[in-house]
Structure formats: structure tokens, C-alpha cells
């Protein structure tokens, strides 16, 4: 990196570890995630990914035995304090899925509805339309506001989605495999779209397309289960090293398909 | 193993960076025997093979160029697969350098050579040997071996600083050797530049083993300090 002043860190994990019930899912992770930037997740399946980036913002709360120790730091307030509301919370950290997921509801309402429950009181019209163009979806859809948001195509749906996240202007913006229900067209337009939002917005994305983390991510943390399956991070650096020069042998043997 | 198509796929491309290799060392050999004997046809033979050597080359690339877009290397693989563009082009110039030393008998005509040829073959002996043994260390992919090979490039220099001052010498004895002189001070050259660029395939094993770049120290510097201005 070329600029050596101090990076400012959106998220910070101090030995985290998630656990449901006796077991760990994920053991000691610690991160730095600096802010506008875009962090790729990957490892093989069932080394803890999803259930990393969930206690991202708070979802596992939701998990009956699910059990959070350590530390997640969002800009130096511990996200799990007992004095955090997780609502309001989770109000600054967005989540894309896998599935693209609108309201059955128009493509308007799609992107106002979110805004108004969380006490938006500015022009409406123009967030959704600033939202929209965020999204890089206004274009296709500014002449079909009132239509239902089912009708767009899946990639169009997925984008609405980020649009709508965008809305509530978070800070960091999490993305589960936010493209492996996509062709590869609607792929490439995620991915661009995710360079654009990096100008305002961390994003932490995870993804078993290893090509799209090479090409769309700045750093990447590479998981892994260890022998009492719980997963962790093993190497943790820009994409562009572990993708070409990576330090762990296990990485090595994944990044170029010799891992199973 | 997970990906065995993939991988007898790059041995296939490293047996045929050896191939091109071998090809190689026996172009700059044949290029000096024939050179000692004044053998025209041997001279048209070689550069009609170094056809060969390029066409070799080029197929390689083709290779490489289809393994990268079809199995989208990663990490070791993509350092090697890259490093053997890297070595093929090397090899290709080596295979050009004995093809001008073919040239240089062939424009010599009817002119004898201006002295017995014993350090010129030398210079083609211990540089094909250093070839063979980056190739090696290449295939291999023995680090030590590739860093310790570049530093025999010092006798190759030694070789063509004595060969240069004995065809100064002869010069400034004899003006009209000038010609005769400088054919053979470019055959030495181009041997000397066969040495070089072994150090630079070392350098590309050591990429491919470690995933450093790293300027491995050949002699070469300190030899053309060593020339006066």
C-alpha cells in the first residue's frame, strides 16, 4: 500500500469465537477490516463463513444456544455490549443474501418502506431515486416505480435489494454469496456495483467463487476448519497475495483447487 | 487427487520447456563445432532447426495460454505457468544466439579463422551446462541449486574478457585482422549472453518455488566495471 498513514478500521474482532451450545463453530478470530474496503470470506463449506458474517450483525442472536465470546469492535463500540440496542445496530450494518429477497410490494415501496419504519422524515422520492441510482439500477427501472419488484429479473432483484440496503445508509454492508443465484452478466454487474459502493461503504463479502473474490475484493481471509471442526481464520491478507503468493500451505492447496 | 487433468497438463508444458531446452543446448553447441570445422551446410542446418526451436516455442505459449484461460490458475500454478512464458522467450533468444553464430560462418566465406578455436568452445561448453542444470533445478524446482548456478557465470566472463584482449591484441599487431577478429569477438558475445540469460530463468524458479522476486547477483557488473572506459 502505498499510503502509510494509519488505516481506520470499520470492524475490529478480538478473538471471537461463536459457539452453539457445547460446540464451536468458529474459534479466535481477529480482524482488522479497514473501512471502504472490500473483504472476501472464502474456505470450503462448513468452515464458518455465513456464521462469521452473521454475528456481523447480530443475526445469530436469533439462534436459540447460540453463544458469542470475545470481541466485535464497530468503529471501537463493542457490538455485543449490553447497552447496544441490536436493532439499531443492525441498522448500521446491511445484509445482501444469497436468494435476492424484495417485499412483495412495489419497487418503490421496496426501498421507502425500510426508511420509514426507521423514521426517515426527508424527501422520500429522492432517496429512493439516489438509492436506485446507487444501486445502478435506476435506469432500468425509473418508469416502473409502482410495478411489483417481482417482476424484475433476478439480477434486477438483487441490485433492489442492495438499493434498499443503501437506504438506510449503513455503514458496512455484509454479502452472502450475493451472486451465485445470478448469471454471469448480472455477476460482472454486482461486482462493478460493489467497487462503486466501496467509495462509501465496507463491504464484507462471502463467496465460494473464488475468481470473484480475486476480482473484486482488496483483502481476503481465508477459513478453514481445524481438527475439532471448529473454523477459524488461517490467513488473513491483501487478494492479490493469497492469490498469487499465499503464505499458508492450506490456502495454497484451496486457492488452486488441491484442498479435499 | 482433486485435480489430476490440470496437473499432467502442467507436466506436459514443463516437459516441453526440457524439449525446447534441449534443443537449445544442442543448437549452441552444434552452432560452435561447425563454426571450428567451417561446415557451411552444418551452419544452414542450424539455422533452418532454429525454425524449429521457434515454432516449439510458440506452440508452448499456445499451452500455457489455454491452461490459463481454461483452468484459471491460482497461486503456484499461476507463478509457474507465467514464469514459463518467461523461459520459453529466454530460450528462444539463447536458440537465436547460436543461430548468429551459424550467420557469422556462414558471412566469414572463404576467410579462415584467425586462430584455433579452444576458449569459444569452452564458453559454449560450460554455458549449455549451466542451461541444463537451471532446467533442472527448474523442473525441480530447487531453489538452492537455481541461486547457485548464476555465479558460474563468472568463468564465462573470464573466458570472454581473455578472448576480447587477445583479439585487441591481434588487432593492434595486425589492422587487417580487424575483420577476422570481430567475427569471432561477436560468436564470443553471443556465448556470454547464453550465460546471462540462465541466470534469469533462475531467477524465475526461485519465483515459482517462494513467490519472491529477486535479483539473483551474477557477475556480469562487476565484469564491465572492470573494462576501462
Known sequence: ????????????????????????????????????????????????????????????????????????????????GKDVDPVEARRKIGMVFQKPNPFPKSIYENIAWGARINGFKGNMDELVEQSLRSAALWE?????????????????????????????????????????????????????????????????IVTHNMQQAARASDYTAMMMIDDKRSGGVIEFDETKNIFTRPKDKRTEDYVTGRFG | MIRKTFENEIQQVKDEVLLLGSMVEHAIIASVEVLKKRDMKGAEKIIAEDKEINKKRFAIENQLMVLIATQQPMAHDLRLLASCMEIISELERMGDYAKGIANINIRMGEETLLKPLIDIPRMAQLGTGMLHRAL???????????????????EVDALYNQIYHELMLIIIQDPRSIERANWLLWVAHNLERVADRVTNICERTVFIATGEFSEIKSSDDEFWKGQKK
Open chain 1, 140 to 204: 432500468e427501472v425509473k418508469d416502473l416505480l409502482q410495478k411489483s419488484a417481482y417482476e424484475l429479473s433476478g439480477g434486477q432483484q438483487q441490485r433492489l435489494c442492495i438499493a434498499r440496503t443503501i437506504a438506510i445508509q449503513p455503514e458496512i454492508i455484509l454479502m452472502d454469496e450475493p451472486a451465485s443465484a445470478l448469471d454471469p452478466i448480472s455477476t460482472l454487474r454486482i461486482e462493478e456495483l460493489m467497487q462503486e459502493l466501496k467509495k462509501n461503504y465496507t463491504i464484507i
Open chain 2, 136 to 154: 533442472t533445478a527448474f523442473v525441480k524446482e530447487d531453489v538452492e541449486a537455481a541461486q547457485s548456478i548464476p555465479v558460474e557465470d563468472d
Open chain 1, 1 to 80: 500500500m502505498e499510503n502509510n498513514s494509519t488505516p481506520e478500521y470499520a470492524i475490529t474482532t478480538h478473538d471471537l469465537s461463536i459457539h452453539y451450545g457445547s460446540y464451536t463453530a468458529v474459534s479466535g478470530v481477529n480482524l482488522n477490516v479497514e473501512k471502504q474496503k472490500i473483504i472476501a470470506i472464502i474456505g470450503p463449506s462448513g468452515c464458518g463463513k455465513s456464521t462469521l458474517l452473521r454475528a456481523f450483525n447480530r443475526m445469530n442472536d436469533f439462534v436459540p444456544n447460540c453463544r458469542v465470546t470475545g470481541e466485535i469492535l464497530l468503529q471501537g463500540q463493542n457490538l455485543y
